[in-house]
């Protein structure tokens, strides 16, 4: 069973920064994060695969960057540009199972959840 620890969540105005990191207990093949607003479903935000190579939703494109960090089994996303409509709880999640990084379900293992809250 691997262990995912999400930190970084926390407090930004609007058009400020945060990164939120993944931390791992083993190493990860492709890393995903997700957020779930208040009264909405969860949707995925971004994933990066082997070699770092990226994918984003289109509400995050240009404003957010995924990374990973193999030697720390560690996933990155920082958060640029924040707008209130980015506040959420960010989940991390590890193992695409195959099918789309897009699906939550076909992710195996998640972190407990980040909070974060934009103001305006």
């Known amino acids: 069973q691997v262990q995912l620890v999400e930190s970084g969540g926390g407090s930004a105005q609007r058009g400020g920064s945060l990164t939120l990191s993944c931390a791992a207990s083993a190493y990860i093949g492709v890393f995903g994060w997700f957020r779930k607003a208040p009264g909405k479903e969860r949707e995925a935000v971004a994933a990066?695969?082997?070699?770092?190579?990226?994918f984003y939703a289109d509400s995050v494109k240009g404003r957010f960057t995924i990374s990973r960090d193999d030697a720390k089994n560690t996933a990155y996303l920082e958060m640029n540009s924040l707008e209130p409509e980015d506040t959420a709880m960010y989940y991390c999640?590890?193992?695409?199972?195959?099918?789309?990084?897009?699906?939550?379900?076909?992710?195996?293992?998640w972190g407990q959840g980040t909070q974060v809250t934009v103001s305006s």
């Open positions: 990066v695969y082997p070699f770092g190579t990226p």
């Open positions: 999640a590890a193992e695409l199972t195959g099918g789309t990084w897009r699906d939550e379900t076909r992710f195996r293992y």
